[in-house]
């Protein structure tokens, strides 16, 4: 993942997650997550691996490839876990702490399968879950001034997640399908629920870097101030204007605005 954006006439990139990142970078970063996550699993199907067991626990599962993306999907969050908890503590940011605290309860339910331990009570587990993230995207909106995206775009993934969790056995069950076909069915859901939370774990991982890699080591924000390119004065060729982010709270370097 790349932490920077940058824009030159006619090109404009913008993968930069924190708490201020809009709705389409932060959708942009949830389809790269989905598709990360599909395309193992069709690269596993199409190699006549089980891709299903790779996207579950290992424990559930003693094939080979059992786990794989799952554990992906746990590393992922746990450098999100560290980043965001570092950085919570070194600069006493509320707002980051309780996005450490969600993602933190998140790997170890994941590496663990808790809910799964908790049978119908896994609901309850899942309203804690709901409760946390409300928390963390009312402070981190809060401590921005405006809607963190981020959040709120990985809250739904998660969402449809949970969703599919919840009620697609109990579907099943209830359409009383063809015995034949009801493994199928089974593994299908197990396919819409870990894949969008792979998503929703690849956005929330990286925006708790991005607010580490941002805030905590001054990486700057590279754009060209009102659309306007200086030429440089050595060989005529445009001259990038550097500028710390200000709403990270660190300053603008005095005169770097394009002339």
């Known amino acids: 993942m790349v932490f920077l954006h940058w824009e030159r006439p006619g090109i404009k990139h913008s993968v930069l997650l924190t708490r201020a990142s809009g709705f389409k970078t932060s959708a942009f970063v949830l389809l790269i997550g989905l598709s990360a996550a599909s395309i193992m699993v069709i690269g596993l199907y199409l190699i006549g691996f089980d891709a299903v067991a790779a996207l579950r626990d290992r ?87 405006r809607l963190s995206w981020p959040i709120l775009v990985a809250i739904a993934a998660f969402t449809f997640s949970v969703s599919v969790d919840v009620s697609w056995d109990r579907a099943i069950g209830y359409l009383q399908l063809p015995s034949e076909s009801e493994n199928f069915y089974y593994r299908v859901g197990y396919v819409l629920e870990d894949v969008p939370k792979f998503g929703g774990i690849f956005v929330l991982s990286s925006c708790a870097i991005g607010e580490f890699m941002v805030r905590g080591h001054g990486i700057l924000r590279h754009r060209v101030d009102g659309h306007r390119l200086a030429a440089d004065r050595a060989g005529g060729k445009p001259r990038t204007v550097w500028r710390v982010d200000s709403r990270h709270g660190m300053r603008p370097p005095p005169g770097d605005d394009a002339a």
């Open 59 to 145: 424990s559930l599962s003693e094939v080979p490839e059992a786990g794989l993306i799952s554990y992906m999907g746990i590393f992922l969050m746990g450098v999100g876990v560290a980043a965001a908890s570092f950085e919570a503590v070194r600069t006493d940011d509320l707002p980051l702490g309780a996005l450490a605290l969600f993602c933190w309860l998140f790997s170890i339910d994941d590496a663990f399968l808790i809910h799964e331990a908790l049978g119908a009570w896994e609901v309850v587990f899942f309203a804690v879950y709901g409760l946390l993230a409300a928390i963390a995207l009312f402070l981190l909106s809060k401590s921005e001034g």
